[in-house]
């Protein structure tokens, strides 16, 4: 069963850069897209980019100046920054993938369980 | 960006009532929908994907339709557990945009 984990500080200072880490288990990170995903307290759900296995990234671009996603395939790993962080990026942030059949995507099969990041000085 | 704009925001319902959900997209987006659950404090949970395919594991009270602008999500007889909010996400045009939500809570 392939599960995600997020790791990474609750709580960041206005002005910082914001650092998460999701780690894939029970399954490679391998042809496969991960994305971050996030939501503020009480709100909707906001998608903020993914990264394939090799690379390949596609950002929001609401956020695209300010976001950059990396993926270690030797630690079955990938990983957000979100820099400049205000009190807007207060919010849970969850790690899900995307799979692919040809050229039919299968969205957010899988999901973290959640990492709330609340920007406070 | 494409929006996405469910109806009700909010439902309150019966145990064993049957209830739908729409989803309208501001623009065509074919079949490239899902439909998601989340409970409080958890992660959202994929119930319907490619707009009409049930995800496997996920009961047969829940079923989606519709293709290009409009879809719905119906419950056909909802159980305890089925008390939530929904989220569909259209996946045809960047960026993946989700509607605002549907809380259903129990009458």
């Known amino acids: 069963q392939v599960q995600l984990q997020e790791s990474g500080p609750g709580l960041v200072k206005p002005s910082e850069t914001l650092s998460l880490t999701c780690t894939v288990s029970g399954g490679s990170i391998n042809n496969y897209y991960w994305n971050w995903i996030r939501q503020p307290p009480g709100r909707g759900l906001e998608w903020i980019g993914y990264i394939y296995y090799s690379g390949t990234t596609m950002y929001n671009p609401s956020l695209k100046s300010r976001v950059t996603i990396s993926v270690d395939t030797s630690k079955n790993q990938f990983s957000l920054k979100l820099r400049s962080v205000t009190a807007a990026d207060t919010a849970v942030y969850y790690c899900?993938?995307?799979?692919?059949?040809?050229?039919?995507?299968?969205?957010?099969?899988?999901w973290g369980q959640g990492n709330l990041v609340t920007v406070s000085s | 960006d494409i929006q996405m704009t469910q109806s009700p925001s909010s439902l309150s319902a019966s145990v064993g009532d049957r209830v739908t959900i729409t989803c309208r997209a501001s623009q065509g987006i074919g079949n490239d929908l899902a439909w998601y659950q989340q409970r409080p404090g958890k992660a959202p949970k994929r119930l319907i994907y490619?707009?009409?395919s049930l995800q496997s594991g996920v009961p047969s009270r829940f079923s989606g339709s519709g293709s290009g602008a409009e879809f719905t999500l119906t419950i056909s007889s909802l159980q305890p557990e089925d008390f939530a909010t929904y989220y569909c996400?259209?996946?045809?045009?960047?960026?993946?945009?989700f509607g605002q939500g549907t809380k259903l809570e129990i009458k």
């Open positions: 899900a993938r995307t799979s692919q059949e040809t050229s039919v995507y299968y969205l957010f099969d899988y």
């Open positions: 490619l707009a009409s």
């Open positions: 996400l259209q996946h045809n045009t960047y960026p993946y945009t």
